[in-house]
């Protein structure tokens, strides 16, 4: 599929698309007999997994990191699942903060609906 096809699935731009391949996130897309690149349905995986390091606040330097590791093939797996786990935990108290940034909402906009304005 053509760049703005691969752009519009996975819902990055045609110039993010081609930033990742230039910083290494994804690897050279193929190109078609016009020289035009050519992104495949696992190219639109990836992205979407991508995207969701992205989501969650994975720094793109540590995603350029995992993306190498996938490259080099099965034998990085504990560092990448490692990466994952440090990730995720990241992510975890993130979520956690996150829960008592929203107790202080509820409990301001309560106060307000009863009247308490301070």
């Not at 990241?90 to 009247?115: H, M, P, W």
Request: glycine content about 8%.
């Amino acid at each position: 599929m053509t760049i703005q096809e691969a752009a519009q699935r996975s819902g990055l731009s045609a110039h993010t698309l081609r930033y990742y391949e230039r910083i290494g996130l994804i690897h050279s897309v193929g190109r078609n007999t016009s020289g035009h690149r050519d992104y495949a349905e696992e190219d639109l995986q990836w992205l979407e997994f991508l995207t969701k390091l992205r989501t969650t606040g994975m720094p793109i330097a540590d995603m350029c990191r995992y993306a190498e590791l996938r490259r080099m093939g099965p034998h990085t797996a504990g560092e990448r699942r490692q990466m994952l786990e440090l990730h995720r935990e990241r992510v975890s108290a993130r979520i956690a903060q996150l829960g008592q940034d929203l107790k202080v909402l509820d409990y301001k906009i309560d106060n307000y609906r009863r009247g308490q304005v301070a």
